[in-house]
T-cell receptor
Framework: AQSVTQLDSQVPVFEEAPVELRCNYS??????LFWYVQYPNQGLQLLLK??????LVESINGFEAEFNKSQTSFHLRKPSVHISDTAEYFC???????????FGTGTSLTVIP | DAGVTQSPTHLIKTRGQQVTLRCSPK?????VSWYQQALGQGPQFIFQ???????QRGNFPDRFSGHQFPNYSSELNVNALLLGDSALYLC?????????????FGQGTRLTVV
């Protein structure tokens, strides 16, 4: 069985400050790891994913996440946030042999001007 | 490319009624998955369709059923609606080879049961 824990339900941060959104997972099988972003009244958009290889993955808009197998974590970071980063962020895992996602409960990131 | 399209965008139904939600996958995708996202929660997997058959199912009662058509589009049916079925229903399309091909999500259908 797989489960995902997002430790912070809400994260307020000032514009241009750094942010870290935490994600821990539990799985009895090998998994792939994902971060999705959801803007108000919209669906989910893939932010970044870890499938294999380098444990540090980056998105085109400055976010990065590091896969830590020993700590079963996949925390999302950004060194300097913008107002437009205000959204709900979901961490998800998928079994490497499957095509189904297990999501965390989400972290609401609010960037304060 | 229109991406994943879902209809309708919003829907209000009365408890006990039945509802059908529709999804057209991204061009080239052949697998459709449905998720339920209750308010303040993460999406939860309902089921997945490939080659017009249900391949995987999450922990949802039989009131939730689906269908996939030869053109890969899909329907989600919910019978005997309960107030607790109020949620955003998301459709995701992908290729059956696996998640190395990322899943694309639609905008969702907001179902309100009154």
């Amino acid at each position: 069985a797989q489960s995902v824990t997002q430790l912070d339900s809400q994260v307020p941060v000032f514009e241009e400050a750094p942010v870290e959104l935490r994600c821990n997972y539990s799985s009895s099988v090998s998994v792939y790891l994902f971060w999705y972003v959801q803007y108000p009244n919209q669906g989910l958009q893939l932010l970044l994913k870890y499938l294999s290889g380098s444990t540090l993955v980056e998105s085109i808009n400055g976010f990065e996440a590091e896969f830590n197998k020993s700590q079963t974590s996949f925390h999302l970071r950004k060194p300097s946030v913008h107002i437009s980063d205000t959204a709900e962020y979901f961490c998800a895992v998928s079994p490497s042999t499957g095509n189904q996602f297990y999501f965390g409960t989400g972290t609401s990131l609010t960037v304060i001007p | 490319d229109a991406g994943v399209t879902q209809s309708p965008t919003h829907l209000i139904k009365t408890r006990g009624q039945q509802v059908t939600l529709r999804c057209s996958p991204k061009s080239g995708h052949d697998t459709v998955s449905w998720y339920q996202q209750a308010l303040g929660q993460g999406p939860q997997f309902i089921f997945q369709y490939y080659e017009e058959e249900e391949r995987q199912r999450g922990n949802f009662p039989d009131r939730f059923s689906g269908h996939q058509f030869p053109n890969y589009s899909s329907e989600l049916n919910v019978n005997a609606l309960l107030l607790g079925d109020s949620a955003l229903y998301l459709c995701a399309s992908s290729l059956v080879e696996g998640v190395s091909t990322e899943a694309f999500f639609g905008q969702g259908t907001r179902l309100t049961v009154v």
